[in-house]
């Protein structure tokens, strides 16, 4: 028995122990999301256009993502659209940003590895940062996204006759603690990356000018500040729309408690 499999039995017995149901489902939305990027991977290499394999197979992780938390119906609905909407957003960032920070392909630090090895793939190097830089920001929107809305929901559910303002306010506080703990997770788990590359550049004595212009560190920044962006604007997105919902809501019952009264 291999490694992997064995630490993916343990990760299952603990999902259904913990999570019942719902962990069961997260386990087996892991794996549809890892095909999903496979067969996004595939097709990139089979030279469809990678933007619009971008674009469609993020929709379909956040969509993933967000299901396999299994809140309800208008939680979900709000999660999805708000996490759509800062992906669309980030795309427009993330396109002139990558071209003009032109750390895309392989650094130098990669050079003995691929020496003897053809660079010639047939492939945009920048079109693969930007799919790249995408793909690293969904997991944490779709998690904020879904922790916000679901938190934003109790809220209401607890107090039904609380005012938008109110709402807002509290849900404005409850965002600011989700955003705080997501934003930590991005920073830690880039560390945990960047250790080894920063071990290396410290080994070769690196000068702090060399190491901001690295390709390597330069993509790694990138891609956690794309990831951290992404985590705080979901916030007042989510917020807007579930405000907007609940405003539509609130116009729908007064109008047919106004129908009722009148008849």
């Known amino acids: ?37 496979v067969v996004m991977i595939m097709l990139i290499n089979f030279q469809f256009n990678a933007m619009a394999v971008l674009l469609v197979g993020g929709a379909f992780l956040l969509t993933v993502t967000i299901l396999s938390a299994g809140a309800d119906e208008r939680t979900t609905t709000i999660a999805l659209m708000a996490s759509f909407i800062v992906m669309l957003a980030l795309v427009i960032l993330i396109l002139p940003a990558e071209h003009l920070a032109m750390a895309q392909g392989f650094a130098e630090e990669n050079s003995e590895e691929l020496e003897g090895l053809s660079l010639g793939i047939n492939i945009n190097f ?21 922790a916000i809305a679901a938190g934003i929901g109790e ?19 409850l965002g600011q603690q989700i955003i705080g703990t997501a934003v930590n997770t991005v920073l830690f788990g880039f560390m945990a990356d960047f250790l080894s590359l920063a071990i290396w550049f410290g080994k070769l004595h690196y000068s702090l000018g060399e190491i901001v212009n690295a390709k390597l560190f330069t993509s790694s920044m990138l891609s956690l500040l794309y990831a951290i962006l992404g985590v705080i604007v979901i916030l007042p997105i989510t917020m807007a729309i579930f405000l907007w919902q609940q405003r539509r809501q609130l116009q729908t019952d007064m109008g047919t408690n106004h129908d009722y009264d009148g008849k």
Request: aromatic fraction near 4%; charged fraction near 5%.
């Open 1 to 37: 028995m291999s490694v992997t499999l064995m630490l993916s039995l343990i990760l299952l017995a603990l999902m259904i122990i913990i999570g019942g149901m719902k962990g069961i489902g997260a386990f087996v939305s892991l794996w549809i999301n890892f095909a999903i990027m």
């Open 126 to 146: 920048v079109t693969l940062g930007i799919v790249a830089a995408l793909l690293a920001t969904l997991g944490a929107i779709a998690e904020a996204a879904i």
């Open 155 to 173: 809220l209401l559910a607890d107090q039904p006759k609380m005012s938008l303002a109110s709402l807002a306010q509290s849900g404005q506080h």
